[in-house]
């Protein structure tokens, strides 16, 4: 078995998401990008648009003796709304849509798996509504996207929106979280 493995997610606005998997043990290189659309190398001025059929999302390496696949969705929804079609807080279009972009049959499982003990267990009020699609192509943003959050987080943005979620993270998963 190879010692790392890729996941890519999407949560709602890609500053956010990053922020809160750059902060776990075992995963390394997240990267902000787009993925699940239609044309190639998407800028942001026209991801935004929401008519490249694209998400804004992430994709990361993570060590599975570390972190699992579940334990990363189980941050995963904990951190954003995933009951909300195609909108996080403010953010709304397709581009903001929540997904699991599998890499694996075993990823493609888990994910079922989670999302179906999520509904049973009536975590949340409202159905979840976040695909489980295979993974496409996946567009590195523009480097003004990357570490967005650790570089900025003094904004009024970081600081409303991207602050609780990274405070939810550390009261629920401390455990997971890089010494």
């Known amino acids: 078995m190879?010692?790392?493995?890729?996941?890519?997610?999407?949560a709602g606005c890609f500053w956010c998401t990053e922020a809160v998997?750059?902060?776990?043990?075992?995963?390394?290189?997240?990267?902000s990008g787009f993925t699940g659309g239609e044309i190639k190398n998407?800028?942001?001025?026209?991801?935004?648009?929401?008519?490249?059929?694209?998400?804004?999302?992430?994709q990361f390496n993570y060590d599975p003796k570390v972190i699992s696949f579940q334990e990363l969705l189980l941050i995963f929804f904990s951190t954003h709304d995933p009951t909300t079609l195609n909108r996080q807080q403010n953010d709304v279009g397709t581009q903001y849509r929540s997904a699991i972009f599998y890499h694996s049959d075993a990823q493609k499982q888990i994910a079922e798996q989670v999302i179906k003990e999520l509904e049973a267990q009536e975590v949340f009020k409202d159905p979840i509504v976040t695909e489980v699609t295979e993974a496409s192509a996946f567009y590195k943003a523009e480097e003004e996207h990357h570490n967005f959050y650790n570089q900025h987080s003094s904004q009024p943005y970081c600081q409303y929106i991207i602050d609780p979620k990274i405070h939810k993270l550390r009261s629920l998963f401390a455990d997971k979280l890089k010494k």
């Open 2 to 10: 190879k010692k790392e493995e890729t996941a890519t997610l999407a």
């Open 21 to 31: 998997f750059q902060r776990l043990e075992g995963v390394s290189n997240v990267i």
């Open 42 to 58: 998407p800028p942001y001025r026209e991801v935004v648009t929401g008519r490249t059929g694209h998400a804004e999302g992430i």
